[in-house]
């Protein structure tokens, strides 16, 4: 199967950006001239599913619970290297911290410490994202953040699957429910 047509070319680049910070064949390199072509090939990845899982179509979800345990937004998100991001990472820090300041009461100030060690945030999302790869149609990735948790999980069955989606739909209710 061939995923090149299905790169999307800012995660190569986000990706290649965050490898010359530490491989120094990155850093030699001149990002603007090179295609996700050639980034995938390099990393010996073209045609496979790793880029596609990474650099591609793959989804995950990105679910916010509010402190009664009720949905209040979910997105899906294509690409999974999105989910390695330091942004998505920084995402989840930030609007913890927001929510643990708010849990607390309204004249508490937003703490700059980290509700989670960064590095086992890190590991535990590249857990599920490796776990991905193993999975037929890669699984199905969900980041569930709640103001005093988060949990991560691969939904690798198909029974798991339509049990999440079933629940999803009734625990996610439209503005005309009421």
Known sequence: MTYVNKIDPSLT???????????????????????????????????????????????FRFVHFDKDGEIFDQKLIHGMYNMLSDQF?????????????????????????????VKGLREILA????????????????VELHPNQITVSNLCNLDAKAFVNKWFSRAHKSVSDS
């Open 13 to 59: 680049l986000k990706f290649s950006q965050k490898m010359a910070e530490v491989d120094p064949d990155f850093q030699q390199m001149d990002f603007s001239k090179i295609t996700p072509e050639e980034l995938l090939r390099k990393l010996n990845v073209i045609d496979t599913n790793t880029a596609g899982i990474l650099f591609g179509e793959t989804p």
């Open 89 to 117: 990472i920084d995402e989840i820090l930030s609007w913890t911290r927001k929510q643990s300041s708010t849990i607390r009461g309204a004249s508490a100030s937003v703490t700059e410490e980290n509700p989670y060690p």
């Open 127 to 142: 857990n599920a994202v490796a776990h991905a790869y193993y999975q037929r149609h890669h699984g199905d990735v969900v």
